[in-house]
């Protein structure tokens, strides 16, 4: 009997495929109200990078009335994208910016891509920065967007490697495919094919929520809405034809960002755990990878970070406080304009990243840092609230802070001999006092615990040279200078695709929690001190509207200026929001002693903030 290959409509399927029918179908619908969708985006459209940034509506809004709709349009657009260069500091405590500017050279010359590097006029990517004061800094000039080709048409696209977003962002900035950032792929990729490299990005769910919309190993199907592939399923005698399309088709329009060989096949993408997934050889932005080049000679970091740390115009011998220390990036820079003389606390709350600062300062050679693992809310300690294990020593709290080359090897066993001990008497302490009738378990759980501290030993990061010392604070005035960089919204860093989980409660909530670190740097710095305070991100929230708090708080603050001054003014006025909020920004006059990056400025840099106190007498 001859068979019959006929396309039923879903009522008329078994029960099985009409689900699988009506999930396409549902999937399609949700993603029909993509911007993508709005019209058939031709070949040309499709295989480019032309992201839009999404904002929460109300963020928007918000962000419309601060700079105006055509400025923040500008911004948006710039955000998605990296600055078309790397900044690179010096360490002058080692070497100088001609001999880097030489290494660098011959890197680039002895690298694949340094014929895409080169300027169309034919100089070298890298030079000297002219402002005066950062001649230590080296600029690597890249290149994009270019258009590439991909050569593919809708009738036989090419195959594709999708990846997260936070990938994306990275390999924008220079960085290869690696395992983890692969959430989808085409069928039947082998190594060594080509491939594009298109974005995820998340989408809005039915309960204002924001998802991927699919789980990591999905098979990219490769076909628009429009061109279905009718594949048969057999049931019985009959031959069903199936309508099976690519939902995530329209998305990725405008979402690619290179070309490259995969290094591994499909299933391996999604079976190991680590590894390059795709050898990027053509990218829609040309940035040098200077990953663990040159360690401890330099160090990659935006320029106005770099103009932070003069801003706060460190002096040789001076006790300065970094409250939110980590990675290390303007710690580290503190150090080299003071000549590595004097004393530099680096405070972060989290100890893995105390470990950062610790790693970072030694691979530079600074011996002025000194790290401690301290709540920035809780860096004020007063005298009497002191436990005995410290003493204040010159206005400072010893023991509170611990130096990654505070023990010798003698001192490092003595202390892991007295580790131990106090732990095994903790341990039977803890065990007798806790099972009184000697048969009750009830604290079988710590018990097991201690016992296993005992036979372990101290942990990884408890070895030599990795821990962190606990602050109980400092004393007020304990220092001639702090600087607070702050943690915040980090709107302002690039390249970013993804904006759309900040809402207008929390950008004024990052604007408290900033406040209240404020509260405490203040009372930290002498009289006659400074205290810059920094965010990396373009709420006026965080930034204007802190200053004014600050300002109006504490009458014996007042902005200083700053050198070298490169960004732009801040923001003047105020801003009245629907439920009668009034936010408050800078005064007239003030708007000039800030500075205020914008991203979307011919500087090209990250969106940044920073304003400068000086401390006068308290009483």
């Known amino acids: 009997m001859k068979k019959a290959r006929v396309l039923l409509k879903p009522s008329f399927l078994p029960s099985c495929l009409t689900k699988a029918t009506t999930f396409f179908s549902s999937v399609s619908q949700v993603h029909s109200h993509s911007r993508h969708k709005e019209m058939d985006p031709s070949e040309s459209e499709r295989y480019c990078y032309d992201p839009v940034l999404r904002w929460n509506p109300e963020v928007e809004d918000y962000?419309?009335?601060?700079?105006?709709?055509?400025?923040?349009?500008?911004?948006?657009?710039?955000?998605?994208?990296?600055?078309?260069?790397?900044?690179?500091?010096?360490?002058?405590?080692?070497?100088?910016?001609?001999?880097?500017?030489?290494?660098?050279?011959?890197?680039?010359?002895?690298?694949?891509?340094?014929?895409?590097?080169?300027?169309?006029?034919?100089?070298?990517?890298?030079?000297?920065?002219?402002?005066?004061?950062?001649?230590?800094?080296?600029?690597?000039?890249?290149?994009?967007?270019?258009?590439i080709e991909y050569d593919s048409g809708l009738e036989n696209p090419p195959k594709e490697v999708l990846v997260s977003?936070?990938?994306?962002?990275?390999?924008?900035?220079?960085?290869?495919?690696?395992?983890?950032?692969?959430?989808?792929?085409?069928?039947?990729?082998?190594?060594?094919?080509?491939?594009?490299?298109?974005?995820?990005?998340?989408?809005?769910?039915?309960?204002?929520?924001?998802?991927?919309?699919?789980?990591?190993?999905?098979?990219?199907q490769g076909l628009p809405t429009g061109k279905n592939q009718i594949c048969s399923f057999y049931f019985g005698h009959i031959s069903y034809g199936l309508v099976i399309v690519d939902p995530f088709y329209c998305e990725r329009s405008g979402l690619y960002i290179g070309m490259g060989t995969t290094m591994l096949s499909r299933a391996g993408m999604f079976r190991v755990s680590h590894g390059v997934a795709v050898d990027l050889s053509n990218r829609v932005f040309r940035l040098p990878s200077l990953h663990n080049v040159?360690?401890?000679?330099?160090?990659?970091?935006?320029?106005?970070?770099?103009?932070?740390?003069?801003?706060?115009?460190?002096?040789?011998?001076?006790?300065?406080?970094?409250?939110?220390?980590?990675?290390?990036?303007?710690?580290?820079?503190?150090?080299?304009?003071?000549?590595?003389?004097?004393?530099?606390?680096?405070?972060?709350?989290?100890?893995?990243?105390?470990?950062?600062?610790?790693?970072?300062?030694?691979?530079?050679?600074?011996?002025?840092?000194?790290?401690?693992?301290?709540?920035?809310?809780?860096?004020?300690?007063?005298?009497?609230?002191?436990?005995?294990?410290?003493?204040?020593?010159?206005?400072?709290?010893?023991?509170?802070?611990?130096?990654?080359?505070?023990?010798?090897?003698?001192?490092?066993m003595a202390f892991d001999a007295f580790k131990r001990s106090e732990a095994e008497k903790s341990c039977k302490e803890t065990a007798s006092s806790e099972q009184p009738n000697g048969g009750d378990n009830v604290s079988q759980a710590e018990t097991r615990k201690n016992k296993g501290r005992l036979k372990n030993g101290r942990g990884r990061t408890q070895c030599q040279g990795g821990r962190a010392g606990k602050s109980q604070g400092f004393p007020p005035n304990s220092f001639d200078r702090v600087l607070l960089d702050a943690p915040c919204s980090a709107l302002g860093l690039r390249p970013r695709l993804f904006a759309g989980l900040e809402t207008v409660i929390?950008?004024?909530?990052?604007?408290?929690?900033?406040?209240?670190?404020?509260?405490?740097?203040?009372?930290?710095?002498?009289?006659?001190?400074?205290?810059?305070?920094?965010?990396?991100?373009?709420?006026?929230?965080?930034?204007?509207?802190?200053?004014?708090?600050?300002?109006?708080?504490?009458?014996?603050?007042?902005?200083?200026?700053?050198?070298?001054?490169?960004?732009?003014?801040?923001?003047?006025?105020?801003?009245?929001?629907?439920?009668?909020?009034?936010e408050e920004w800078l005064k007239p006059g003030e708007e000039e002693m800030v500075q205020k990056f914008d991203p979307s400025s011919e500087l090209d840099t990250i969106g940044f903030f920073i304003a400068k106190f000086s401390v006068g007498s308290k009483d």
């Open 63 to 147: 962000f419309n009335k601060a700079y105006g709709p055509d400025h923040f349009a500008r911004i948006s657009k710039a955000l998605t994208r990296p600055s078309s260069y790397s900044c690179i500091r010096v360490n002058t405590v080692k070497t100088t910016s001609d001999a880097v500017i030489e290494k660098l050279t011959k890197i680039l010359n002895d690298s694949e891509d340094s014929l895409k590097l080169v300027q169309s006029d034919g100089s070298s990517p890298i030079s000297k920065c002219q402002i005066p004061g950062l001649e230590y800094v080296v600029f690597v000039n890249g290149s994009g967007p270019h258009r």
């Open 506 to 582: 929390s950008l004024r909530n990052h604007g408290r929690y900033q406040r209240k670190m404020l509260d405490q740097a203040v009372q930290l710095v002498r009289v006659g001190g400074i205290l810059v305070y920094s965010t990396c991100t373009i709420n006026p929230s965080e930034n204007e509207a802190v200053v004014r708090y600050a300002l109006d708080k504490y009458k014996f603050l007042s902005l200083a200026p700053q050198h070298p001054r490169i960004g732009g003014p801040g923001l003047v006025g105020r801003c009245e929001f629907p439920d009668g909020y009034i």
């Open 165 to 220: 977003r936070k990938c994306a962002e990275a390999v924008l900035r220079g960085a290869q495919v690696y395992v983890p950032g692969v959430l989808a792929c085409t069928a039947h990729v082998e190594k060594g094919d080509a491939v594009a490299v298109c974005v995820a990005m998340e989408q809005p769910g039915d309960e204002g929520d924001w998802s991927v919309n699919m789980t990591r190993g999905t098979t990219l």
């Open 294 to 412: 040159l360690e401890g000679e330099i160090f990659l970091q935006n320029l106005p970070s770099i103009v932070a740390a003069h801003a706060l115009d460190p002096q040789k011998g001076e006790r300065i406080l970094d409250m939110c220390a980590a990675p290390g990036g303007k710690t580290t820079a503190i150090a080299i304009l003071m000549k590595d003389e004097g004393e530099i606390v680096a405070a972060d709350r989290s100890h893995n990243k105390v470990l950062d600062v610790q790693k970072l300062s030694a691979e530079m050679g600074l011996s002025c840092i000194t790290t401690c693992k301290l709540d920035a809310l809780k860096s004020v300690c007063l005298p009497n609230t002191l436990d005995d294990s410290n003493t204040i020593v010159d206005g400072d709290i010893s023991g509170s802070v611990t130096s990654h080359t505070e023990l010798s090897s003698n001192e490092e």
